[in-house]
Nanobody, 124 residues
Framework: VQLQAFGGGLVQTGGFLKLSCAASGRTFSNYGMGWFRQAPGKEREFVAA????????VYSDSTKDRFTISRNNAKNTVYLQMDSLKPEDTAVYYC??????????????????WGQGTKVTVSS
């Protein structure tokens, strides 16, 4: 699976962005999808994940109630709607695909394919 993430940019505190991740190469609906992020000098951290049909979603404590993950299998795309952005959300955001598709996973090791990342900067 090839993954291409886009939609990052510069936004002010309290603003919003919607990230997209387009998949190609294999049957998209065979994969659970996740978003992770990595801030400068920090480890990659889990943001959100979704099962193959969108039936189950999970979020990190820092992003729940502000971020929404969704997917459109007809378009082979997973999304991350980010609202009420904070400076601490500044990071490179990565989408990833997991063959564990029936339950959402927060563990990077359970993901098989990764996109190249898109940078999000939230100014204070």
């Amino acid at each position: 699976v090839q993954l291409q993430a886009f939609g990052g940019g510069l936004v002010q505190t309290g603003g919003f962005l919607k990230l997209s991740c387009a998949a190609s190469g294999r049957t998209f609906s065979n994969y659970g999808m996740g978003w992770f992020r990595q801030a400068p000098g920090k480890e990659r951290e889990f943001v959100a994940a979704i099962t193959w049909n969108g039936g189950i979603t999970v979020y990190s404590d820092s992003t729940k109630d502000r971020f929404t993950i969704s997917r459109n299998n007809a378009k082979n795309t997973v999304y991350l709607q980010m609202d009420s952005l904070k400076p601490e959300d500044t990071a490179v955001y990565y989408c990833a695909a997991s063959a564990i598709y029936r339950r959402p996973s927060a563990l990077p090791v359970e993901y098989d394919y990764w996109g190249q990342g898109t940078k999000v900067t939230v100014s204070s």
